[in-house]
């Protein structure tokens, strides 16, 4: 009773107590290890990119990083845990700056909004998040117009780029002016596709020569950066802002950080609060995005070295075809073979060995999302564990 009556306190209160309140949780609440190699859970998810905590978990992680380092709160995003995290991105990043976001389409949108200034068009990927999820903010809350280009696609290339302000500077009769590029690497809508960074770096050049300013929705950049093998300042260096997410692999429940020039960044803080985004305190996560930053690289380094180990060990069991994406990054396609009860299948690799895979598409695949939950165990209990669920999806 004396616990449900603390965590009904902790919910009333709201998180902004809780540095306060977490080493009297300690007899409490689930110890859990510092190093994040280790299970919060047992669970081996194949359906994120990284670790997502159930709140109580959220917490104990939190009473975790503040025993071994205490918390220290920001207030209206200045200052705490929240300042040293946007330091360690704008020297990640090699940018001069960098600021907090409450979410990636405020980053995304407020870029691009001061990025072009006064002209009004701005070319991204067709299959964009800026273009198809952010509810056209762009055009009814920025007044700017999105020119997708290369319908479909994961990306587009320099000529297509060309072509792109060629046929606006001929065809348009009113020229309100091109103001900025964006792209997405890599792609949430094609299954984590990459961008070449041959073809960023020729973009890159062109749009400086030309005097057009680049963005990088890089909500997922760090596994691009793992699955490629170019360096997180690499992939920013060609870009005038770069947004990365805070809660896809980075262990906080939202979030953004956008880096770029200080003459860039000094704006956002008006232009955030004028849009609604000011939040009197961001601790929690940013201390869970500073924790699990520590290493990342490396871990997700060696969670792609092992998931190529079992996808390989994988495909030589009969019944089991796993194959990579042209130009993919986090994301495998997982076929069984004819007369395989997919539905099965999932629930005996759940049930018996607590690892979880997405239902089976239209066409019968399984997309595979590899992230540092694979570090929890080896793959010789994981090729056991799918052969034995192909066993039972059979049976």
Same mark, same amino acid.
């Given at each position: 009773?004396?616990?449900?009556?603390?965590?009904?306190?902790?919910?009333?209160?709201?998180?902004?107590?809780?540095?306060?309140?977490?080493?009297?949780?300690?007899?409490?609440?689930?110890?859990?290890?510092?190093?994040?190699?280790?299970?919060?859970?047992?669970?081996?998810?194949?359906?994120?990119?990284?670790?997502?905590?159930?709140?109580?978990?959220?917490?104990?992680?939190?009473?975790?990083?503040?025993?071994?380092?205490?918390?220290?709160?920001?207030?209206?995003?200045?200052?705490?845990?929240?300042?040293?995290?946007?330091?360690?991105?704008?020297?990640?990043?090699?940018?001069?700056?960098?600021?907090?976001?409450?979410?990636?389409?405020?980053?995304?949108?407020?870029?691009?909004?001061?990025?072009?200034?006064?002209?009004?068009?701005?070319?991204?990927?067709?299959?964009?998040?800026?273009?198809?999820?952010?509810?056209?903010?762009?055009?009814?809350?920025?007044?700017?117009?999105?020119?997708?280009?290369?319908?479909?696609?994961?990306?587009?290339?320099?000529?297509?780029?060309?072509?792109?302000?060629?046929?606006?500077?001929?065809?348009?009769?009113?020229?309100?002016?091109?103001?900025?590029?964006?792209?997405?690497?890599?792609?949430?809508?094609?299954?984590?596709?990459?961008?070449?960074?041959?073809?960023?770096?020729?973009?890159?050049?062109?749009?400086?020569?030309?005097?057009?300013?680049?963005?990088?929705?890089?909500?997922?950049?760090?596994?691009?950066?793992?699955?490629?093998?170019?360096?997180?300042?690499?992939?920013?260096?060609?870009?005038?802002?770069?947004?990365?997410?805070?809660?896809?692999?980075?262990?906080?429940?939202?979030?953004?950080?956008?880096?770029?020039?200080?003459?860039?960044?000094?704006?956002?803080?008006?232009?955030?609060?004028?849009?609604?985004?000011?939040?009197?305190?961001?601790?929690?996560?940013?201390?869970?995005?500073?924790?699990?930053?520590?290493?990342?690289?490396?871990?997700?380094?060696?969670?792609?070295?092992?998931?190529?180990?079992?996808?390989?060990?994988?495909?030589?069991?009969?019944?089991?075809?796993?194959?990579?994406? *042209?130009?993919?990054? +986090?994301?495998?396609? $997982?076929?069984?073979?004819?007369? @395989?009860?997919? /539905?099965? !299948?999932?629930? #005996? %690799?759940?049930?018996?060995?607590?690892?979880?895979?997405?239902?089976?598409?239209?066409?019968?695949?399984? *997309?595979?999302?590899? +992230?540092?939950?694979? $570090?929890?165990?080896?793959?010789? @209990?994981?090729? /056991?564990? !799918?052969?034995? #669920? %192909?066993?039972?999806?059979?049976?």
């Amino acid at each position: 009773m004396k616990d449900l009556k603390r965590r009904n306190f902790l919910k009333l209160s709201g998180l902004s107590l809780v540095p306060a309140l977490l080493p009297s949780l300690t007899a409490n609440a689930r110890t859990l290890p510092v190093n994040t190699d280790a299970p919060v859970s047992p669970i081996i998810s194949f359906t994120d990119d990284g670790i997502h905590y159930p709140p109580a978990d959220y917490i104990a992680k939190l009473q975790e990083i503040t025993q071994k380092d205490p918390i220290k709160a920001d207030v209206y995003g200045q200052g705490g845990s929240l300042a040293m995290l946007t330091k360690r991105f704008a020297e990640i990043t090699g940018k001069e700056a960098a600021t907090y976001m409450p979410t990636g389409t405020m980053a995304n949108q407020l870029a691009i909004s001061v990025l072009s200034g006064e002209n009004t068009k701005i070319f991204v990927q067709d299959t964009s998040h800026i273009y198809r999820d952010e509810a056209d903010a762009a055009e009814s809350v920025y007044h700017k117009r999105l020119m997708p280009l290369a319908k479909g696609e994961p990306f587009f290339t320099l000529e297509d780029l060309k072509a792109g302000i060629a046929y606006t500077n001929d065809e348009e009769v009113f020229k309100s002016g091109i103001g900025a590029v964006a792209i997405e690497n890599p792609v949430r809508r094609c299954d984590g596709r990459q961008v070449p960074i041959d073809e960023i770096k020729k973009i890159s050049k062109y749009c400086r020569e030309n005097g057009l300013k680049l963005h990088l929705d890089g909500a997922r950049l760090y596994l691009a950066a793992a699955a490629s093998g170019v360096s997180i300042a690499e992939y920013a260096a060609n870009f005038d802002t770069v947004y990365i997410s805070l809660y896809k692999y980075l262990g906080a429940d939202g979030g953004a950080i956008l880096c770029g020039e200080k003459a860039v960044i000094d704006k956002m803080e008006h232009l955030i609060k004028v849009h609604g985004g000011t939040i009197f305190s961001n601790w929690s996560k940013a201390a869970m995005a500073l924790y699990h930053l520590d290493g990342l690289e490396d871990r997700l380094k060696k969670t792609f070295a092992q998931a190529t180990d079992l996808f390989a060990k994988l495909n030589n069991v009969p019944g089991i075809s796993i194959t990579a994406l *042209k130009g993919g990054s +986090n994301i495998f396609d $997982l076929k069984l073979t004819a007369g @395989t009860d997919a /539905k099965k !299948f999932r629930r #005996a %690799l759940f049930e018996k060995y607590n690892v979880v895979i997405r239902n089976a598409n239209s066409e019968g695949t399984i *997309k595979l999302q590899i +992230n540092e939950t694979l $570090l929890r165990t080896d793959n010789q @209990t994981l090729v /056991k564990a !799918f052969s034995d #669920a %192909l066993t039972a999806a059979k049976a």
